[in-house]
């Protein structure tokens, strides 16, 4: 079992587990680049059920996909 966790990419560090990865959503990504380098696995979520799905919304998801892409290591993106 993988459990993929909302949490800042130093406290991956600091609970490092190997059933342990990152889920990166488009309110919160920084350092996903320090994840995908670090071999914690990790995902991006869309965050869509934070309370609706709008065009700023949209732009959001987008600017973290691009900002993602290249990164090695992604399990999954919904």
């Known amino acids: 079992m993988l459990l993929l ?3 800042a990419e130093p406290q991956m560090r600091a609970h490092r587990h190997p059933n342990l990865g990152r889920l990166l959503q488009p309110r919160h990504y920084p ?3 320090a994840t995908a380098r670090s071999g ?3 995902a991006a979520d869309n965050d869509a059920f934070d309370g ?3 065009e ?3 732009r959001r998801f ?3 996909v691009q900002a993602l ?8 993106v919904v």
């Open 5 to 7: 966790a909302t949490q």
């Open 56 to 58: 700023h919304a949209e």
């Open 69 to 76: 892409s290249g990164l090695p290591g992604c399990l999954f």
């Open 40 to 42: 914690v696995p990790w």
């Open 31 to 33: 350092r996903a680049a």
């Open 52 to 54: 609706g799905w709008d």
């Open 62 to 64: 987008l600017r973290m």
